[in-house]
Nanobody, 118 residues
Framework: QVQLVESGGGLVQPGGSLRLSCAAS????????MGWYRQAPGKQRELVAS???????NYADSVKGRFIISRDNAKNTVTLQMNSLQPEDTAIYYC????????????WGKGTLVTVSS
């Protein structure tokens, strides 16, 4: 059974930093895409950042230059380093992984809350 376990959320002051991590288990072949999404109260879930197995990254415009996504293919982990956090970054952050071959999988973590407030 595929399981994603997120860690690293919490309360931080504006301008601060947090590091989110996600470990995927139960997948015994290559993971194609790994990413982080977020959902703020009253808003739709949105992509924050994603990274392919080869290391190509994609960021939401709102986080470019502040957030960095990375992954460890050997450990099936993905990390989101969040810097210069602002109150508008407050949301539940969800880890997502996707595989295509030999079997299509699209799995989500349960989410971790990030609150940016003074």
């Amino acid at each position: 059974q595929v399981q994603l376990v997120e860690s690293g959320g919490g309360l931080v002051q504006p301008g601060g930093s947090l590091r989110l991590s996600c470990a995927a288990s139960g997948i015994f072949f290559s993971i194609d895409n790994m990413g982080w999404y977020r959902q703020a109260p009253g808003k739709q879930r949105e992509l924050v950042a994603s990274i392919t197995r080869g290391g190509s990254t994609n960021y939401a415009d709102s986080v470019k230059g502040r957030f960095i996504i990375s992954r460890d293919n050997a450990k099936n982990t993905v990390t989101l380093q969040m810097n210069s956090l602002q109150p508008e970054d407050t949301a539940i952050y969800y880890c997502n992984v996707e595989t295509i071959l030999p079997r299509r999988i699209n799995a989500w973590g349960k989410g971790t809350l990030v609150t940016v407030s003074s």
